[in-house]
Nanobody
Framework: QVQAVASGGGSVQAGGSLTLSCAAS????????IGWFRRAPGKDREGVGA???????SYADSVKGRFSISKDNAKTTLYLQMNSLKPEDTAMYYC???????????????????WGQGTQVTVSS
């Protein structure tokens, strides 16, 4: 399995927006699950949100209402739209894909066994 690759990070001021992209090889599989994760300096990696093959989404409480996950079926690419960014959103962001039932996918409790390339997001105050 080719690991998913996140891209599109950058530097932005607090209150700004960024859109990250995820290229995931399992995207075309039935029952796929795509998760977004981040790791801030000095902190453990945490789940940000997930989308299952029925396009249902879930989000961590810390980003709910500010972040949204969407997909472009024509490009087999997924996106993480991040609005109203805060300095505490500063982190390396990763996406990962797997085959997982909806409830387990959206539970926020799964983490991949390995990580692909992440993308840095820096939010300044």
């Amino acid at each position: 399995q080719v690991q998913a690759v996140a891209s599109g990070g950058g530097s932005v001021q607090a209150g700004g927006s960024l859109t990250l992209s995820c290229a995931a090889s399992l995207y075309t599989y039935r029952g796929y699950c795509i998760g977004w994760f981040r790791r801030a300096p000095g902190k453990d990696r945490e789940g940000v949100g997930a989308i299952d093959s029925d396009s249902r989404t879930s989000y961590a409480d810390s980003v709910k209402g500010r972040f949204s996950i969407s997909k472009d079926n024509a490009k087999t690419t997924l996106y993480l739209q991040m609005n109203s960014l805060k300095p505490e959103d500063t982190a390396m962001y990763y996406c990962a894909d797997t085959v997982l039932d909806g409830p387990d996918c959206l539970s926020g409790s799964w983490f991949p066994n390995s990580w692909g390339q992440g993308t840095q997001v820096t939010v300044s105050s």
